[in-house]
Antibody, heavy 120, light 107 residues
Framework: EVQLVESGGGLVQPGGSLRLSCEASGFTFSSYTMNWVRQAPGKGLEWISYISTISHTIYYADSVKGRFTISRDNAKDSLHLQMNSLRVEDTAVYYC?????????????WGRGTLVTVSS | DIQMTQSPSSLSASVGDRVTITCRASQGISNYLAWFQQKPGKAPKSLIYGASSLQSGVPSKFSGSGSGTDFTLTISSLQPEDFATYYCQQYKTNPFTFGPGTRVDIK
């Protein structure tokens, strides 16, 4: 069974940093491209980052470019999101999502999410 | 960026009803369109990819159609577990963008 479990969320002050992780199991992690998607409280879904299987291709949404860094460790079946210079508007549930196939952005499995709250 | 719109933004329906949700892209996306279901407090669930292909394990009461800029999601006979918010998403080009969602609730 495919499982994605996010962790690392919490309360952080504006300007602070946080590192999210997504632990994968039930599939060959190194064979799949991965994404982070977030959802602000009461709002819709926003894709924020993509990483290819061996990290050679990375994309970011403009809203996080220069502040967030996506990475993966295929030896540990894990995906990460380093978030720096956090803003109040980054408050959201952050989901990791697997791409179904070779086409970027075609999500099939999602984790349950981890809540990040940016507030003073 | 490609903008996605959905209509209606919300609808009320009864168990057994046939429900159709429309999604429109601001430019042609071929069939690079997905649909997701989300219940309150839960993660999104993938329903359809490639505009009309069902994800594994998704019941056949869900169907998708369309190509280019106009797409639809149809639920053939609404059941209590189908009351949720539905999102479309394009993955033709980065950034991958979602529609604002359509909330389906009980009449």
């Amino acid at each position: 069974e495919v499982q994605l479990v996010e962790s690392g969320g919490g309360l952080v002050q504006p300007g602070g940093s946080l590192r999210l992780s997504c632990e994968a199991s039930g599939f060959t992690f190194s064979s799949y491209t991965m994404n982070w998607v977030r959802q602000a409280p009461g709002k819709g879904l926003e894709w924020i980052s993509y990483i290819s299987t061996i990290s050679h291709t990375i994309y970011y949404a403009d809203s996080v470019k220069g502040r967030f860094t996506i990475s993966r460790d295929n030896a540990k079946d894990s995906l990460h999101l380093q978030m720096n210079s956090l803003r109040v508007e980054d408050t959201a549930v952050y989901y990791c999502a697997r791409d179904r196939n070779v086409w970027a952005g075609e999500f099939d499995y999602w984790g349950r999410g981890t809540l990040v709250t940016v507030s003073s | 960026d490609i903008q996605m719109t959905q209509s209606p933004s919300s609808l009320s329906a009864s168990v057994g009803d046939r429900v159709t949700i429309t999604c429109r892209a601001s430019q042609g996306i071929s069939n690079y369109l997905a649909w997701f279901q989300q219940k309150p407090g839960k993660a999104p669930k993938s329903l359809i990819y490639g505009a009309s292909s069902l994800q594994s394990g998704v019941p056949s009461k869900f169907s998708g159609s369309g190509s280019g800029t106009d797409f639809t999601l149809t639920i053939s006979s609404l059941q209590p577990e189908d009351f949720a918010t539905y999102y479309c998403q394009q993955y033709k080009t980065n950034p991958f963008t979602f529609g604002p969602g359509t909330r389906v609730d009980i009449k």
